[in-house]
């Protein structure tokens, strides 16, 4: 099938936002059963990540009830996707963006942010190299007491959710009811559960499986050290509201040296460099493909691009000082894509051996 991208065909966009969203969808793998894996490629999107359609929509919000004023400031906590919206938003509406920011991040998203005009604020000094999740609210919410800007608050803020409204209606547009499951990473919630919330009020019975790294305390396990970035949280960080465990049918959780080799793996395969969130819902999706009923599509939600990783997921140093890269790891996933390709293989030959029996009969 040619696929045709809408927003190639209508317009030239007059301001970058309009190229937000109408991401394609691209088959990553398929089993004899006819069930295939999809994956919304969400990396497309302007600033590489799924969380500039988020940041779109707070900043808009916030206009509309009068928190943000013309040449006013923003600030908020980031680990990169959201800071990199929000400055790409904040560049297209005149506004002044503050980043809080920690070591864990990645340089590459620190980069980025700083290359849009982000003034970045660490916390934990430059040199800490731990995840600050708690820490980083807390200054935003200082900054935004003590200096006057807006802070969206993204863990607490409904808009947040309410930004992935045209995701959810891009995937019912794209795929209506062949759509029987969908997996995202969990951080904020906002991408999985704003996207399954409009796909339930289009009519949707899409499962939803949310996925976080092992290690991570959102789903009630217990907290350990991971390096996986965006999705999952800290010990000691108070889940907010916007992950609403009414709309995560299946949660689950996903060693960081499966959700890296599944990234760098996928990454092989396609030409795609997916990032490591991605990987981490491609590995789930990818396990699940032959258990669903025959003939059903999955959906992962591919949340950034692996541009960002290319010094900690795809940087084997990186790897191996956190004991994180493993040749088995790596051959399993391999072993995956193998069986399902022969899978197919058997389901094309079986067909074809039933043809001319069928001619007889
Ligand atoms: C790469 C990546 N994956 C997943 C997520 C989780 O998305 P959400 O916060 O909407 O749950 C984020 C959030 O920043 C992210 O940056």
């Known amino acids: ?14 301001v970058g ?3 937000i969203g109408d991401t394609p969808l691209f088959e990553l793998a398929r089993v004899g059963s006819g069930s295939r894996l999809l994956l919304k490629m969400e990396q497309l999107n302007p600033t590489g990540s799924c ?7 707070m ?12 040449g006013g400031q923003i ?20 506004y002044r963006f503050i980043a809080v920011v920690d070591n864990n991040a990645s340089r590459a998203k620190l980069s980025a942010m700083k290359a849009l005009g982000a003034e970045l604020r660490f916390v934990g000094g430059q040199k800490s190299d731990t995840a600050s999740t708690v820490e980083r609210m807390r200054v935003a919410s200082e900054i935004a007491a003590t200096e006057g800007a807006f802070w969206p608050d993204q863990h607490h803020n409904p808009n947040n959710n309410l930004g992935y409204v045209g995701l959810a209606t891009e995937l019912h547009r794209d795929l209506g009811d062949d759509l029987k499951y969908l997996v995202g990473a969990v951080g904020t919630g906002g991408t999985l559960c704003g ?8 009519g949707s019975s899409v499962v939803s499986i949310g996925v976080e790294p092992a290690g991570s305390i959102i789903f009630g396990g217990a907290p350990h050290q991971h390096w ?14 916007n992950v609403d465990h009414t709309l995560i049918d299946e949660e689950l959780t996903v060693r960081d040296i499966d959700a890296f080799a599944t990234a760098r793996t996928v990454t092989r395969r396609t030409g795609f460099l997916v990032g490591g969130t991605a990987g981490m819902a491609i590995y789930v999706a990818l396990r699940r493909l032959p258990l669903l009923k025959p003939g059903s599509t999955i959906v992962v939600l591919a949340c950034d691009a692996g541009e960002k990783y290319l010094d900690t997921v795809y940087n084997d140093d990186w790897l191996e000082a956190r004991q994180l890269l493993s040749t088995s790891a790596h051959h399993r996933i391999e072993r995956i894509f193998e069986a399902y390709r022969d899978s197919v293989r058997m389901a094309d030959f ?3 051996e039933a043809i001319p029996s069928r001619r007889v009969s």
């Not at 900043?59 to 013309?70: F, V």
């Open 195 to 202: 996207t399954v919330k409009e796909l339930r009020r289009l």
């Open 228 to 241: 996986q970035t965006g999705a999952g949280a800290p010990a000691g960080f108070c889940v907010g509201p």
């Open 59 to 70: 900043i808009l919000a916030a206009e509309r009830d009068g928190l943000l004023k013309p």
């Open 1 to 14: 099938m040619t696929y045709q991208n809408p927003r190639m065909q209508t317009r030239i966009a007059r």
């Open 17 to 19: 936002s309009e190229l």
């Open 51 to 57: 969380k500039v359609r988020m940041a779109r929509e």
């Open 350 to 352: 079986d067909l074809e």
């Open 75 to 94: 600030v908020e906590s980031s680990s990169g996707n959201t800071g990199t919206g929000l400055a790409f938003i904040a560049i297209e509406r005149g």
